[in-house]
């Protein structure tokens, strides 16, 4: 009896089993069609002398070798890390702030979250150009324009090497972290509100209660929404793209951009792959010493 009830729910859990792959295969499939497949392609890519897409060579690693010995991949791997730290220092705590704020909300709520999200609903390129008129120099820039009525004169904005990426990491996190509050504001709706009622009751202030009750029960997600931030960055493309087309002089060049220029304006595709691999394992060096260090701070 004891025996036959254990074959029965193994053939149970077996079968869960199999209905559960089941529904797991079609997304499965879809990533690892879009994903994997692509990648491996860029690898093998990589690895060739081509003509267009049409291997013609095995080379090994010189495709890497030139991309390396390349003058614009340390200015673009430079310039991408220091996009990745300015979204860190600018864009980074923006979502958290706006998310205590609006939580502490108790009237309009709705309404500045649909403000706060708007920027998201806003087409990519169309934010662009929108960002490049505003900060376009001379007389004709809107916020030059406006500077002007109070009596300052027309400031250089983008074309300053050492104001691009700056502004550039603004117009991303305009952008972008009205998304990201949102995500907050979930998390912290989910805390338990008699904790800050005990809080509350014991005395302890504004920012006792965001050090000791608030801070902790969104660490989590602040943390896996911090590696996705740096991934999603280190991949910026577009706005350099048309906001400064990499200038001036190489200063707001990301390594996207670099891969954007051997692929569709030299038409040199296995080192653009070459680019693109070397982007992958960066990413994934950086996600494993991030969760390594996350992993060492649990303990």
């Known amino acids: 009896m004891v025996s036959g009830g254990k074959i029965n729910r193994t053939k149970i859990v077996s079968r869960k089993n199999i209905s559960g792959w089941i529904m797991l295969l079609p997304p499965l ?10 990648l491996l392609a860029s690898v ?9 897409m049409n291997l ?22 430079r310039n991408t890390f220091s996009y990745t730290i300015w979204s860190l220092v600018i864009g980074f705590l923006v979502p958290i702030i706006l998310a205590v704020i609006i939580n502490e909300i108790r009237a309009g709520k709705s309404f500045i979250k649909l403000s706060a999200y708007l920027p998201n609903v806003i087409p990519g390129l169309a934010m662009v150009f929108l960002w490049s008129f ?18 300052i004169g027309p400031q250089p904005w983008l074309t300053n090497s050492q104001w691009t990426i700056p502004l550039i990491v603004i ?35 504004v920012f006792k209660r ?46 996207m951009q670099l891969v954007f220029r051997f692929a569709f304006e030299r038409f040199d595709y296995p080192k653009a792959s070459a680019v693109s691999v070397i982007i992958s394992i960066i990413l994934i060096i950086l996600t494993l010493l991030y969760f390594k260090i996350s992993k060492k701070k649990d303990m």
Do not use: C
């Open 29 to 38: 499939l879809l990533f690892a069609f879009f994903v994997w497949v692509p």
């Open 44 to 52: 093998r890519l990589s690895l060739y002398r081509a003509n267009g």
């Open 56 to 77: 013609i060579e095995f080379i090994g690693f010189q495709n890497y070798l030139e991309v390396f010995q390349h003058p614009d991949f340390i200015p673009a791997l």
């Open 134 to 151: 505003i900060f376009r120099p001379g007389n004709t820039g809107i916020l030059n324009i406006l500077l002007s009525m109070v009596g």
């Open 171 to 205: 117009v991303l996190t305009w952008k972008g972290a009205g998304a990201t509050t949102l995500l907050y504001i979930a998390g912290l709706q989910g805390i338990d509100p008699e904790l800050y009622e005990a809080a509350i009751i014991d005395g302890a202030s």
């Open 210 to 255: 965001l050090r000791y009750i608030t801070i902790p029960n969104i660490y989590n997600l602040a943390r896996t929404l911090l590696i996705l931030q740096i991934i999603a960055v280190f991949q910026i493309l577009y706005e350099p793209l048309v906001m400064t087309n990499g200038g001036p002089n190489n200063a707001s060049l990301s390594i």
